[in-house]
């Protein structure tokens, strides 16, 4: 910003950072996504002709799981702003690996799924089940190729804590817990229906 005397001045504007804001808007439409799917969930549920199954036990871990590595992850990205070099880079990988456990666990309940008789293209019950959490999955799979770019990051980038550094690990944390969250309501959506 220039002053009167027409030197820069080192105040900087206060408000959103702008990649920050196009994430938010990004998960602003995701969440319209999974409210239309879970909008039609209902009224297609409602028409009848609808398979009621219980969820696998799996769906219950997955959720433990992905509720842990927000932890693990909000916890890397406390020590990061502290400077405890030690702790974020620990913290880190196990985020990432937890999060990649819980796309196994996500497979697993398919695989139980099917095998109790639930198909993918039978019954529109099992078929809305795999989509939704389907879906779900493949916004984790990227967010699990963002945590490995921090974890990457954390282990190859000299000691240097930028500003730049700080912004782009907050857009993962902010998508992660973003995903974390989403998945909380499908769970409990998915149970109750």
């Given amino acids: 910003m220039m002053t009167n005397s027409g030197t820069i001045s080192n105040k900087t504007k206060r408000g959103i950072h702008p990649p920050l804001f196009a994430l938010w808007a990004a998960m602003a439409s995701i969440v319209m996504m999974f409210g239309s799917l879970t909008s039609a969930y209902i009224v297609r549920q409602a028409a009848g002709n609808w398979l009621e199954f219980p969820m696998p036990d799996i769906f219950f871990y997955s959720t433990i799981t992905i509720l842990a590595s927000s932890i693990?992850?909000?916890?890397?990205?406390?020590?990061?702003?502290?400077?405890?070099?030690?702790?974020?880079?620990?913290?880190?990988?196990?985020?990432?690996?937890?999060?990649?456990?819980?796309?196994?666990?996500?497979?697993?309940?398919?695989?139980?799924?099917?095998?109790?008789?639930?198909?993918?293209?039978?019954?529109?019950?099992?078929?809305?089940?795999?989509?939704?959490?389907?879906?779900?999955?493949?916004?984790?799979?990227?967010?699990?190729?963002?945590?490995?770019?921090?974890?990457?990051?954390?282990?190859?980038?000299?000691?240097?804590?930028?500003?730049?550094r700080r912004r782009r690990f907050q857009l993962v944390v902010h998508y992660w817990h973003f995903v974390d969250l989403l998945w909380v309501y499908l769970f409990v959506f998915l149970l109750i229906q």
């Fill in 72 to 164: 693990t992850l909000h916890t890397a990205y406390s020590a990061f702003r502290k400077g405890n070099k030690a702790l974020y880079r620990s913290l880190l990988p196990v985020s990432l690996v937890l999060g990649m456990a819980f796309v196994v666990m996500q497979y697993q309940g398919w695989n139980d799924l099917y095998t109790m008789g639930v198909a993918l293209d039978g019954n529109p019950g099992g078929s809305f089940f795999y989509l939704i959490s389907g879906v779900h999955a493949a916004h984790v799979v990227g967010g699990i190729f963002a945590l490995l770019a921090a974890t990457l990051h954390a282990y190859t980038l000299n000691d240097n804590y930028t500003e730049k």
